[in-house]
């Protein structure tokens, strides 16, 4: 039962967090709103795999998501390395 309560048991460095991931969640809603036209190739990439027949349709873009991940870790590094 401890273990659980202690599970629960927000503090002041989780609220921290709740605020960074809002602001990081805002930011990135502000850049695809205002800069969705510039997006476009996103998604589109050699590699992507898209199969659209008459009634059925279906989309992987994995070469999207790999260069995603590889952009995210190298933030993530970096954001571990100054704080």
Same mark, same amino acid.
């Given at each position: 039962m401890?273990?659980?309560l202690e599970f629960c048991n927000?503090?002041?460095q989780t609220g921290k967090w709740i605020i960074?991931?809002?602001i990081i969640i805002?930011?990135?809603g502000v850049l695809i709103y205002f800069f969705h036209d510039k997006l476009n190739w996103?998604?589109?990439l050699p590699g992507d @795999?898209? @199969?659209e027949k008459?009634?059925?349709s279906f989309y992987f873009p994995?070469?999207?998501m790999i260069i995603l991940s590889v952009i995210l870790t190298l933030l993530i590094s970096i954001f571990k390395k100054f704080f």
């Open positions: 401890t273990d659980y927000m503090n002041s960074v991931a809002g805002v930011i990135v996103l998604g589109k @795999i898209r @199969i008459e009634n059925f994995i070469t999207t």
